[in-house]
């Protein structure tokens, strides 16, 4: 699994940053959306192949931010 802390999303402009540990990949956001669809699908796929069923969801945003009237991710 991946450590939390080695994995960092962002963008600079057009382009989306993903960087894994000290490995830095940088593509225009239309491959960005490709890839995450790839990985949503086959990570479903896994899910169900070991036999999970659940249906877990993760936060990726702060409700007290918005509320507060900041962004709801980390910077």
């Not at 600079?12 to 699908?41: D, F």
């Not at 479903?44 to 036999?51: E, L, P």
């Not at 249906?55 to 900041?70: P, S, T």
């Amino acid at each position: 699994m991946l450590n939390p802390n080695i994995v960092v999303v962002d963008h600079q402009g057009p382009l989306v940053t993903l960087k894994l540990g000290n490995v830095e990949i940088k593509m225009e956001y239309e491959t960005a959306i490709q890839l995450s669809t790839w990985l949503r699908v086959h990570g479903k796929a896994a899910k169900r192949a070991a036999g999970d069923d659940s249906r877990k969801w993760q936060v990726i945003g702060n409700l007290e931010a918005v509320e507060a009237g900041d962004r709801p991710w980390k910077q």
